[in-house]
């Protein structure tokens, strides 16, 4: 290999080429989904792809009650017994979203968080992912949270920026909390994700930086402990931060980077993008996003929103892989540049390598989406059923030098805590992380999660796992445990390494 050249490592099987997207996807170890409403689930949604998205079915504003119960669920029945009947991942959508909200509009936390259990365990592990929280950074490139119902729930006390002091409250964590704690408890295999738009490059057009992702990305590592996954929804237009950009896969790396799974949730490109940096037409379009998936290992599954332009809710953009409609349809371009980039399967790129010896990277071959998240247990058993702590106590420990600092934040009930850890790396990045505390006597740790420990009571030390021990500078990242008994007086003292 000359230096400079480009080496590109076919991993799939280079067999006969499928003929379907979910057959061509399943080869190359991802799924190929649609949105879908109880009144089109054609033949062509079984034979095309093999996850489902109920588009408008599992909203809270056809399925919640006021006081966080479960109506009108027929609807997403019938969606989910067609996805078991026809070897279908299910992705809920969605728990907690400003729009569609119906009778949640308004609603306390405890009131989504009884929401959130409701649904979650009326599908348990039929439902593969379900987008806990949608749409929650505003639009404009702000970074900014929005500012509707529920995200007005979110309060900084001390205006500091972050939601982990007294007295803050932070919707996203906290359904984020309740969600884990009721997929562990039922034991269910659901994997729980945060899903937005306008999310997916790491520049908007014009190579300005992407705000609203780098947003997405500090919730993500902060919340990594409850958030298995992120939804890029993609619906690409002409809209300056709504662009197909060249970084798109360096985007999607460096979410996959922190151990989450990556999907595309909500595809439509618009057929005319004028305004789109990498121009082209639709179908190379269509192209550049799958190859951008397909090149990371972590991006498990690729869902376009609707089967064909006219039954799409951006009809005018004719942004899908087939036309016609009510049963009927015909592959466009898109369809067969899809196919064809599914087919090639999961590649490696190893480009301007300014030596001779291209590294020969491995990458995962797995024919399954698979869950390199942890599987480290959540809090469970005992927690209240409204998950609002009854106290949140910050405390801190004293910065160790250039090493790292851990502050606790306890939220207790009679009989029992979740404590989360804040490890905060000082004036250099650390690779590993020792934090040491003692327990009050009586207090025992029922299980801990984004970290190894020592014991379960008195002194007990919480070592990182594989995917948190590298923190930069300046920035942190959290573990936390579950115990019986109280958790006062807790005095973290972190040790990098
Ligand atoms: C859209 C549906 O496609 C429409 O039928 C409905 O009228 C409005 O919602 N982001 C999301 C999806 O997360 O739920 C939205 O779906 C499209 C934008």
Do not use: F, K
């Given at each position: 290999m000359v230096g400079g050249a480009v080496a590109v490592q076919s991993i799939g099987p280079a067999a006969a080429a499928e003929t379907t997207l979910r057959a061509a996807a399943a080869k190359a170890g991802l799924f190929f989904g649609v949105a879908a409403s109880p009144n089109r689930l054609y033949p062509i949604v079984g034979q095309e792809f093999n996850q489902l998205t109920p588009e408008n079915v599992m909203k809270p504003d056809t399925l919640a009650t006021s006081s966080g119960g479960l109506q009108n669920t027929s609807g997403a029945d019938t969606l989910?017994?067609?996805a078991q009947s026809n070897n279908m991942l299910v992705r809920g959508h969605t728990l907690v979203w400003h729009s569609q909200a119906?009778?949640?509009q308004g609603a306390s936390q405890a009131t989504l968080n009884t929401f959130i259990g409701n649904a979650i365990n009326r599908w348990g592990s039929k439902i593969a992912y379900w987008d806990v929280?949608?749409?929650?950074?505003?639009?404009?490139?702000?970074?900014?949270?929005?500012?509707?119902?529920?995200?007005?729930?979110n309060r900084d006390a001390n205006g500091d920026g972050d939601y982990f002091d007294s007295g803050d409250t932070d919707v996203i964590r906290d359904s984020f909390i309740r969600a884990k704690q009721v997929v562990q408890a039922g034991g269910f295999t659901t994997k729980l994700c945060i899903n937005d738009y306008d999310v997916e490059g790491l520049t908007v057009q014009g190579g300005t930086p992407n705000r609203k992702a780098n947003a997405l990305y500090d919730i993500v590592r902060n919340y990594r402990q409850y958030i298995d996954c992120v939804g890029f929804q993609s619906h690409f237009n002409d809209n300056p931060n709504s662009i197909i950009s060249s970084d798109l896969q360096a985007n999607i790396q460096r979410f996959a980077d922190l151990g989450v799974e990556v999907h595309i949730t909500e595809l439509d490109i618009d057929d005319d993008l004028s305004n789109n940096d990498i121009g082209s037409?639709?179908?190379e379009n269509y192209r550049k996003v799958v190859r951008a998936c397909l090149n990371v290992a972590k991006c498990t599954g690729i869902t376009v929103w609707g089967i064909s332009d006219s039954e799409s809710w951006r009809s005018s953009e004719r942004g899908l892989l087939f036309t016609g409609g009510n049963g009927s349809y015909q592959k466009k371009a898109a369809y067969t540049a899809v196919l064809d980039e599914l087919n090639k399967g999961r590649t490696v790129s190893t480009s301007s390598v300014p030596t001779s010896s291209v590294p020969t990277s491995s990458v995962p071959t797995s024919s399954v989406p698979t869950s390199s998240v942890p599987t480290s247990s959540v809090p469970t058993s005992s927690v209240?059923?409204?998950?609002?702590?009854?106290?949140s106590v910050p405390t801190s420990s004293v910065p160790t030098g250039g090493g790292c600092s851990a502050s606790v934040s306890v939220n207790a009930w009679t009989g029992g805590f979740v404590v989360s850890v804040r490890v905060t790396a000082g004036a250099s990045t650390i690779n590993g992380w020792n934090v040491r505390l003692t327990l009050p006597s009586g207090a025992t740790?029922?299980?801990?999660?984004?970290?190894?420990?020592?014991?379960?009571?008195g002194t007990v030390q919480f070592t990182n796992v594989s995917y948190n021990g590298r923190v930069n500078a300046g920035q942190y990242t959290e573990f936390g445990f579950q115990g019986t008994g109280t958790a006062t007086g807790l005095t973290p003292v972190c040790t990098a390494s």
């Open positions: 989910v017994n067609h119906g009778a949640l929280v949608n749409e929650a950074l505003e639009d404009n490139n702000t970074g900014r949270r929005r500012n509707q119902w529920p995200h007005t729930m037409g639709q179908a209240p059923t409204s998950s609002v702590p009854t106290s740790v029922t299980n801990a999660w984004s970290a190894n420990r020592s014991a379960n009571s």
